[in-house]
């Protein structure tokens, strides 16, 4: 494999366990060269474990994690990967400026620090001290600290989280903006939205494991699924159990609300095969949608089923 068809990340197998907490379940990733990635799902789902372990700041309990080919400390040390965090890591009585040039210093070669913090929007800050810059100044400037090597591969944990809805715009706007070069991004966020508008590829983890993988249109698509709600009586409620496309089944009372990508086939199920009453059909919300992929009860969806749901549409 040439260094230029080589993935920028590829990890088979991740599992960390934290004490009973079992964190990272079996997870398979790879980036390719050039992709930005959300990494996207609910508080607890894994990211940051597995955004450290794509760091080598933890090792894997199982599984294995190459950056560019090399481990993840060989990779650091090269300067091919730098990362953005959600905190930590500043001095709070240096300015901007030299917060940079300290980190410079530790590579054998980098980018002018002017340049870089040019490219994060905070040149015009540049002999503020730390400790007066607001939380989203100092993001950007934790983003200039990772431009300065010039990495192949920045990753950010949730880099935005603080920050208003402008200051989340322009911080997205410069990083686009440096990606234009061809760097991989691989991003963690809450946020579908900002992964929608800023990804070109969604990665969605729940309990540890990718649920689903695609473009966001795709994701989108199997995002968009409906919303079945009947009345069972009781002694059918075993029968569910064949339901056919049900990403999830919860019951309240005697109501049973069913997720679906085929609505069709659920209420044909439902009317020929049980007792099944009072029958409603609801288009899901974006937002409900991405709690029923991600939610306690939702069922994993594989990236062939992310496939079939955009060729579906
Ligand atoms: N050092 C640790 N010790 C014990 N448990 C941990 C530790 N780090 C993470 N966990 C647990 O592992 C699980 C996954 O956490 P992780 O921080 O990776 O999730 P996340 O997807 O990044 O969540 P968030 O969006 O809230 O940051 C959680 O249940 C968390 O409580």
């Not at 260094?3 to 980036?31: E, I, Q, W, Y």
């Not at 930005?36 to 080598?56: E, Q, R, Y």
């Not at 913090?117 to 607001?134: F, N, Q, T, W, Y």
Request: charged content about 25%.
């Amino acid at each position: 494999m040439t260094v230029a068809s080589m993935p920028a990340v590829h990890a088979t197998g991740l599992h960390k366990r934290f004490g009973k907490v079992h964190a990272v379940r079996g997870l398979d990733l790879t980036v390719q060269q050039g992709e930005v990635v959300a990494f996207l799902g609910p508080n607890g789902a894994g990211k940051t474990t597995t955004i450290d372990m794509i760091l080598g700041l933890s090792a894997p309990d199982q599984g294995t994690v190459s950056v560019y080919g090399h481990t993840p400390r060989g990779a650091i040390s090269r300067g091919q990967v730098a990362a953005v965090m959600q905190t930590g890591g500043l001095l709070r009585d240096i300015t901007v400026r030299e917060t940079v040039q300290l980190n410079a210093a530790m590579f054998d070669s980098s980018r002018p620090v002017d340049e870089v913090l040019d490219r994060a929007g905070i040149l015009e800050i540049a002999d503020r001290r730390v400790e007066k810059c607001s939380g989203g100044q100092q993001q950007r400037l934790r983003f200039a600290m990772a431009l300065v090597s010039d990495p192949g591969l920045l990753i950010l944990d949730e880099p935005t989280t603080g920050m208003d809805v402008a200051g989340r715009r322009d911080f997205w706007a410069a990083i686009r903006a440096d990606a234009v070069r061809g760097r991989t991004v691989i991003f963690a966020t809450h946020y579908l939205e900002e992964a929608d508008a800023y990804a070109d590829r969604i990665i969605l983890v729940r309990q540890g494991t990718v649920v689903a993988d695609g473009t966001a249109a795709q994701i989108k698509n199997l995002a968009s699924g409906r919303t079945v709600k009947a009345s069972v009586p009781v002694e059918d409620r075993e029968l569910l159990a064949g339901l056919p496309s049900a990403d999830s089944v919860a019951f309240e009372g005697a109501r049973v609300t069913v997720r679906t990508r085929d609505s069709d086939a659920v209420v044909r199920y439902l009317l020929n095969r049980t007792d099944a009453h009072d029958v409603e059909v609801a288009s899901n919300n974006l937002e409900e949608a991405f709690l029923a992929l991600t939610g306690e009860d939702a069922a994993p969806q594989t990236s062939d089923t992310a496939l079939e749901g955009e060729r579906a549409s």
